[in-house]
């Protein structure tokens, strides 16, 4: 009796690990994705302190509405947002800011 108690009890805790890493792995990979309503006062900031508002605004958008994710602040941290760094120009350049 006591050897299936152990069996059951183990097989719970398995379980339980199972759900926990789960979810917590979601949590990690879904930190940056955004609703679609979301992107464009994301996008709003982080065109704020460019010249070329518009065409920022334009492929951000586009990018946020693929990606569903804005990297923080107005320059940089596209490492947060991995599609971002996919998607680039006939040129080679990157096309989301």
């Given amino acids: ?5 152990y069996t059951s009890t183990s ?5 339980f690990a ?21 992107c464009k006062p994301r996008c709003t900031y982080r065109c ?3 010249s070329h508002k518009k065409p920022c605004m334009l492929y951000c958008l ?4 693929t990606c569903l994710c804005v990297p923080p602040g107005t320059y940089g941290n ?3 947002c991995p599609c971002y760094n996919v998607w680039k120009t006939k040129e080679g ?5």
């Fill in 1 to 5: 009796m006591a050897a299936r108690s």
């Fill in 78 to 80: 596209k490492q947060t």
């Fill in 48 to 50: 704020s302190a460019t």
């Fill in 18 to 38: 199972i759900v926990m890493l789960v979810t917590l792995s979601n949590v990690a990979e879904g930190y940056n994705r955004l609703r679609p309503q979301d």
């Fill in 93 to 97: 350049r990157p096309k989301c800011p």
């Fill in 62 to 65: 586009k990018c946020c509405a």
């Fill in 11 to 15: 097989s719970l805790l398995l379980v």
